[in-house]
């Protein structure tokens, strides 16, 4: 068996070959990234509020637990960038901090629904047959119901912390990738050098984890872009509805709902930005899955 292996190796068959591989090497595929403008404006802005929420603290630093009723509702001033809320914490402050939480939920429920998307459809697609028509069934049962439906539902039930809100996300969140995953599946198993492992004695989980798995890396990437997107979406609805994070801890969502009331009065500074943070990030994380997309050339693939 190890000569034919050697032989399969020797002729090529052992791994992908054509010009999929030169096309998503690394310099071809910044360079298209590159050319991409809202892509690179996409990358600019999550790296800069990356910054701001996580680096900013430590050079702005503000009281977030205590309340200070001699500094409620003020204008944005020199002493408070942004102003302060209806219970003296400095916006700024609050935004960063709240940022944190938002990013923190978005990113990790987001990869966490990438995850498990990838390995459902993975599985489901090279399995094949009665298997994949199961798996792929409660896919689409799922779809049929929306996420924010069951998302708001299981938060109202369980008032989810940090840890539990992003284990929910990415419990509801996971279906699309696994579609994405299962159609590049669907092509990858009938490839040569996966015949070839199979033919030479790999197991099953072997061919996935060697050639299906590395050989999607590109739909992963761009799905869990778009994940990050949509988890971040996801929070902030349900925070701004009252069932994410609880005080006094806060994510923009919350900002959002603490200040909708007091927009009326006036007080632009406590929806403002915290809205335009949340825009602003969702459209930057979109335009990245849409630059990587078409660096990767996902749609034209398979």
């Not at 802005?45 to 701001?52: A, C, H, K, N």
């Not at 799905?223 to 609805?237: G, K, R």
Request: proline share 5%; charged share 15%; net charge positive.
């Amino acid at each position: 068996m190890s000569g034919r292996v050697e032989a399969a190796r020797r002729w090529g068959l052992g791994a992908p070959r054509g010009g999929a591989a030169d096309r998503n090497s690394p310099a071809p595929l910044k360079a298209r990234f590159a050319r991409n403008k809202l892509a690179v404006a996409g990358t600019l802005t999550v790296l800069l509020f990356l910054i701001l929420c996580f680096v900013g603290p430590l050079l702005y630093s503000t009281d977030q637990t205590h309340t200070d009723l001699t500094q409620v509702n003020l204008p944005p001033s020199g002493s408070h960038w942004l102003g302060t809320d209806a219970v003296g914490h400095d916006q700024l402050g609050r935004l960063m901090y709240g940022g944190q939480v938002s990013l923190l939920v978005g990113l990790t429920a987001g990869v966490l629904a990438t995850v498990i998307g990838t390995l459902w459809g993975a599985v489901a697609g090279y399995a094949g047959g009665w298997v994949d028509a199961v798996m792929m069934r409660v896919v689409d049962a799922g779809i049929a119901i929306p996420a924010l439906f069951i998302l708001l539902v299981v938060s109202a039930i369980t008032s989810p912390g940090t840890p539990g809100l992003i284990v929910i996300l990415g419990l509801v969140s996971w279906l699309v990738p696994s579609r994405l995953v299962r159609a590049e599946t669907l092509t990858l198993k009938n490839r040569d050098y996966v015949l070839t492992l199979r033919a030479t004695g790999g197991t099953h989980g072997r061919a996935i984890r060697r050639h299906i798995l590395p050989n999607s890396v590109s739909t992963i990437v761009v799905a869990a872009t778009f994940q990050i997107a949509d988890a971040i979406l996801l929070v902030a609805y349900v925070s701004y509805l009252g069932l994410g994070v609880q005080p006094p801890k806060t994510d923009w969502g919350g900002m959002l709902s603490a200040g909708l009331t007091a927009a009326y009065s006036g007080r632009w500074w406590l929806i403002v930005p915290p809205g335009l943070a949340i825009i602003l990030v969702v459209c930057a994380f979109n335009a990245i899955g849409d630059g990587l997309r078409d660096a990767f050339d996902v749609k034209g693939r398979g």
